[in-house]
Nanobody, 123 residues
Framework: QVPLVESGGGLVQAGGSLRLSCAAS????????MGWFRQAPGKERELVAA????????HYGDSVKGRFTISRDNAKNTVSLQMSSLKSEDTAVYYC????????????????WGPGTQVTVSS
């Protein structure tokens, strides 16, 4: 089991920035790939970003490339998502995900998921 808990969501104006964090626990958490997904009302869940266990390999969804940055701190057992130049279309519930394989995280079929945190961007 790899319990995940997201934090940092909230309300922000368009053009602003927000940083999400995901804390992971469990014995093998540092060896898991992790990622962020989001789901807006009436839309399918989509990949935001994913990173391998080392933090060296990152994947981004097309809609956030150049605006969002994923990073991880294995010493603190956290993965973060720095979001900049936020747009109203970034409004969604953001979920943290973890799995031993980064390709599985990217595919959206990760074994573990957090409960989600709401991000609302006002225009």
């Amino acid at each position: 089991q790899v319990p995940l808990v997201e934090s940092g969501g909230g309300l922000v104006q368009a053009g602003g920035s927000l940083r999400l964090s995901c804390a992971a626990s469990g014995r093998t958490r540092n060896f898991y790939a992790m990622g962020w997904f989001r789901q807006a009302p009436g839309k399918e869940r989509e990949l935001v970003a994913a990173v391998d266990w080392s933090g060296a390999i990152a994947h981004y969804g097309d809609s956030v490339k150049g605006r969002f940055t994923i990073s991880r701190d294995n010493a603190k057992n956290t993965v973060s998502l720095q979001m900049s130049s936020l747009k109203s279309e970034d409004t969604a519930v953001y979920y943290c995900a973890a799995d031993p394989a980064v390709r599985v995280v990217v595919a959206g079929t990760a074994a573990y998921w957090g409960p989600g945190t709401q991000v609302t961007v006002s225009s």
